[in-house]
């Protein structure tokens, strides 16, 4: 996943960002570390290695997922694991 932030190395100002972007795109690859970039002082945008932004993606399905499945049980619709493996066994013992 993502290192910690460099605040000296990871944060810089638009203008800086917009005359150096292909050296901070090596950077942010090289590191995995993310670039936060700043508009009137303030954080306004991040810049992530593709790698590191696909992985946050999935991780991300897999937790909505889960809070879905949760949410279902929590609705009365989940089966017992009994259910689920007889399900499961005449699906593949055809």
């Known amino acids: 996943m993502t290192k910690g932030i460099m605040f000296a190395e990871d944060v810089h100002p638009v203008s800086e960002f917009r005359s150096k972007a292909a050296?901070?795109?090596t950077q942010v690859h090289n590191t995995k570390r993310p670039l936060i970039i700043?508009?009137?002082g303030k954080s306004a945008a991040v810049l992530l290695d593709v790698t590191i932004y696909?992985?946050?993606v999935e991780k991300l399905e897999l937790l909505q997922d889960v809070e879905i499945g949760s949410r279902?049980?929590?609705e009365g619709k989940g089966i017992t694991?009994?259910?689920a493996h007889k399900t499961i066994r005449s699906k593949y013992t055809k």
Do not use: K, R
Request: proline share 0%.
């Open 23 to 25: 050296g901070f795109i």
């Open 38 to 40: 700043t508009q009137n």
């Open 54 to 56: 696909d992985s946050m």
């Open 72 to 74: 279902q049980i929590d």
């Open 81 to 83: 694991h009994s259910e």
